[in-house]
């Protein structure tokens, strides 16, 4: 199969609505066209359940509802391929009938960074007094920000980063004044917000969320063409340590909501090294695992060694919010 079906017929990519799914899908399509420079695109921005919904999501049933909307347009053959954010794909079901991610794009910085009002002098988390106000939209940096300063209140945030920069900022009404924020700088960057980071958290400090900074390319698993298409841009080295954090994530049962964190990185001398985490929701309890691929080095089996780990340790309990 060649790709030489493409000028023949429109390729139709399923993406949310917000800016940074579309800037994302302009992205990708410039790298399908270095492949297919006639390839008749046509984009299909769906706004799906979650970015309407401005409540807690796990009341709704957690960030993959993102997706899922999505994936079901894919299914039933309305698009021929979605981009999904990996952070966003719950772990705790398996994939959609018949769909496969086909390609993972290289990875981008999956760190996270603080980001404060215009004309703030706070240059990083140690600078915020006491009780001063920090907002996020992901559960594992709120456990991961008490876990270092309990003292400061964290407030839930969603919606589009431009909006939560916005509230931020104050030019959009919150109810509490916003004395900074923690948002993903990959993010930032493909908006081309970075100049508003302060603190760039390392690994070390904010363990990052499984599949973060990287887009998997989905399509139908019957689809050879669009399949073939896409499997030309794959980074074989993003696939293996998403596979690793996913297999940690399932092995947990963890969805987009659970305070699961994963990092799987590839080391110079071509180990493979996964750290795992799960916190309480206010960060007083945690587990923690970091192994090497060693001999084996096979992505799949470090996920397994890591879950089994962290469940030794008690993970589900903490996943559960079971009290000890």
């Known amino acids: 199969m060649t790709t030489t079906d493409f000028p023949a017929r429109k390729l139709r990519i399923g993406t949310r609505s917000s800016p ?91 760190r996270d960074v603080l980001v404060v009002p215009e004309g703030s002098d706070v240059q990083t988390l140690a600078d915020l007094p006491p009780g001063a106000s920090v907002a996020t939209s992901a559960v594992r940096r709120k456990a991961q920000i008490l876990r270092t300063r309990p003292d400061l209140n964290v407030i839930r945030v969603r919606g589009l980063v431009g909006t939560r920069i916005d509230k931020l900022d104050g030019r959009k009404p919150m109810d509490h004044k916003l004395d900074a924020m923690v948002l993903a700088w990959a993010g930032l960057e493909r908006l081309d917000l970075s100049h508003r980071t302060r603190q760039v958290f390392e690994a070390a400090e904010m363990l990052p969320a499984v599949g973060a900074g990287a887009l998997g390319l989905e399509c139908r698993e019957s689809d050879d063409a669009v399949a073939y298409l896409l499997q030309q841009l794959n980074h074989e080295k993003t696939m293996t340590e998403i596979t690793a954090e996913r297999v940690m994530l399932h092995g947990l049962r963890g969805h987009c909501n659970s305070p699961i964190a994963g990092h799987c990185i590839t080391e110079p001398d071509g180990q493979l090294s996964l750290r795992g985490m799960v916190f309480s929701r206010d960060g007083s309890k945690f587990v923690h695992a970091h192994f090497w691929g060693e001999s084996m080095n096979d992505p799949a089996v470090l996920g397994s060694r890591v879950c089994a780990e962290l469940l030794r340790q008690g993970a589900r309990d903490i996943i559960e919010g079971i009290p000890h």
């Open 20 to 110: 940074l799914a579309l800037a994302q899908v302009d992205h990708v399509s410039a790298l399908l066209r270095k492949i297919e420079p006639n390839l008749d695109i046509d984009v299909v921005p769906v706004t799906t359940e979650a970015d309407k919904w401005q409540g807690d999501l796990a009341q709704l049933g957690g960030k993959g509802l993102f997706v899922r909307e999505i994936d079901q347009m894919l299914q039933r053959g309305q698009v021929d391929m979605a981009v999904h954010c990996m952070k966003d794909v719950p772990g705790d079901v398996p994939m959609p009938r018949g769909l496969v991610f086909a390609a993972y794009l290289p990875r981008d910085d999956v």
